[in-house]
């Protein structure tokens, strides 16, 4: 092993109950072998909604300068409440700017997968010491940051479903479950989305506004999306039937689905969504807004360690 990058103190925030227990093991793991290469490093706990944000706000604030980075240890959701700590932290001037560290043990770890983030402890903690702080995007919704995708329409009552409904599927089998049975009784949705390309105003399956090219797993939503370009990638789906939206699902995880008549893919750097009556949306495994909803971009919000 060569010579530490990132030798900095370092800051693990995880959720103890992610991936069945796997969070606590994950970041003691990566603290332990971080320790060995003589990086001091603080492991602190999730209880509730809401913990991982605060906690990496505080260590922003009592840390200082030289604080090398925050990691996240657990599923997007709480991806999400570290990158929302960090990007206020670099709006405001004068603060800290510490790199996000990832450490994925979730349900599904889509922000991780964009960046080839392994769950390996080991290889996690080389990748904390030795690897590159790329700048990247993060998308906004109504003042609130995400960092893969958020959805309106089908997509987002499926991402409700799994989240209420107990299951002992886990990742993209429950989301594909949840997707059949939501698609079993889904009625098409008005939306009014305006962007800067245009004007869409109809009645549409669904309409996923992306930063990275995957949610649930291995659902490719949206297969050119980058998260380092300054755009969004609009998925948008017109009104189909039960059986077609059930028919589009295996070229959903092929991210084949463009090829439909009713998919279109948009890009832009800011849009709205509008509708008759309030729509949830999702964003990361977690409800982040209603309707109506602006959504944006944020170039180089955050940092994230990755591979060099």
Known sequence: MGASVNSGPMFIVANPTSGRGRGARTAEAVAAALRLQG??????????????????REAIASAGQGLQCVVACGG???VQEIAN??????SSPGDAFPALGLAPCGRCNDFAKAFNITTDPAVIAEVLLHGHARPTDLGRVNGRY????????????????????????????????GGIRVLIRYRPYEMKISGDFGVIERPMLLASTANTACYGGAIRIAPDADPTDGLLDLCAVDRISRFRAIALIPSLLAGTHGKSPAVRFLRTR?????????????ADGERIAHTPATIEVVPAAVRVLQSV
Request: glycine letters at 6%; charged letters at 20%.
């Open 76 to 78: 997007d959701g709480t």
């Open 146 to 177: 995400f960092c893969t995708v958020v959805t309106a329409g089908v997509d987002a009552d499926v991402s409700s479903f799994v989240d209420t409904m107990w299951m002992p599927l886990r990742g993209t089998l429950a989301y594909l479950y």
């Open 85 to 90: 700590a960090l990007a206020h932290a670099r």
């Open 39 to 56: 990086v001091a490093v603080e492991v602190h706990y999730t209880s509730a909604s809401g913990d991982a944000e605060r906690i990496a």
């Open 270 to 282: 800011r849009l709205t969504i509008e509708s008759p009556r309030p729509l949830e949306l999702w």
